[in-house]
């Protein structure tokens, strides 16, 4: 399988995220939005952003491991930020960062919704991973 980072030049710069992401062929792993319940269904970080995408990214990985993938699969991630603000995106990337590859990031969209389904998750991700 052949995946391609495309940023045409045509496009604004990006800082995290790649425009265009490609691959010619494999099985595609869809996971559900993630959020900071651990393995108990226990919320981790109440009212702390960064605990939250923390956790939600241990969820991912674990989603993603059961699938037989890694990090490096991901093509595609979504994040939805309740109440977001500016000063929220350093925090988003600082963790981000920890399990994306920086140098070829996911094709990703960030959206500030105003409420998730539960008073206090923060955050969720949901990701689109492919394996050869």
Known sequence: MEVQFLNPPALCPTFGW????????????????????????????????????????E?????????????KDVVKSNLYVAGFKPEHLPILREVRGRYFDTKNPPASTLVGVEKLAHPDWLVEIELVAVLA
């Open 18 to 57: 790649t425009h265009v992401v490609t691959h010619t062929a494999g099985k595609t792993i869809y996971i559900s939005g993630q959020v900071c319940n651990n393995e108990k269904g226990e919320i981790v970080g109440k009212g702390d952003l960064r605990a939250q995408v923390t956790q939600a990214f």
């Open 59 to 71: 969820n991912l990985k674990a989603a993603l491991t059961a699938a037989g993938a890694t990090f």
